[in-house]
């Protein structure tokens, strides 16, 4: 909400990935880093042999744990194997289709050209405890809406908050600052 006067999260599209009982977690999706994938991908000795993927803007995906590499991808399965068995060390299956991996494999997999077709890569993660996400809700600092593959993929990286906004018939001239409740 507009209200929010964290900058972490001023004007954040988060996509939650896990929301349970002992808490959330989310990547930011519309904060970009100085960082390009090629010069993450020499930070850690890898060639990037994806040049789709060459001058794609790493994320500011939140601030807990931000020397951290989180890859928030479509879902790979490897072939012949059990249903919802991801072929990444280290993910987490999300509904909806996706998976966030935290392992270098994947980052191993995109050097050599393969890996999943869609990804963001984030450095850093946000994180609520046990019932703040909901308190946070409860007091108008954040709007939800059902995730939208394309906002994440396909929409440029200025449009997704208020592409994020538009999936609920909102537009971010109708939001005001102060939070109240009817």
């Known amino acids: 909400m507009p209200g929010l006067a964290d900058e972490t999260f001023s004007r954040s599209v988060v996509y939650m990935c ?14 970009p880093s100085d960082m390009s994938m090629r010069s993450l991908f020499d930070k850690v000795d890898l060639p ?3 040049t789709d993927l060459s001058d794609a803007p790493v994320f500011q995906g ?10 928030l991808h479509e879902a790979m399965h490897a072939e012949n194997a059990p249903p919802k068995e991801t072929i990444y060390a280290s ?4 509904p909806g289709g996706l998976e966030m991996t935290t392992s270098r494999d994947v980052l191993e997999a ?12 984030s450095l850093g993660y946000a994180a609520w405890g046990q019932g703040q996400l909901e308190s946070e809700i409860a007091e108008n600092s ?6 939208d593959l394309s906002v994440i993929f396909d929409t440029p990286i200025a449009e997704r908050y208020e592409r ?11 939001l005001s600052p102060d939070a109240g409740h009817a």
Not at 142 to 147: E, K, Q, S, Y
Request: hydrophobic share 45%; charged share 15%.
């Open 142 to 147: 954040w709007l939800t809406v059902g995730a």
């Open 18 to 31: 896990e929301h349970s009982e002992r808490g959330a977690l989310g990547l930011v999706i519309n904060k």
């Open 62 to 71: 939140g601030p807990v744990h931000t020397e951290r590499g989180f890859v």
């Open 110 to 121: 995109l050097s050599t050209g393969a890996g999943p077709r869609r990804v963001l890569v």
């Open 48 to 50: 990037l042999g994806r």
């Open 164 to 174: 994020a906004l538009s999936l609920l018939g909102l537009q971010s001239w109708m």
């Open 91 to 94: 993910t987490m299956t999300i």
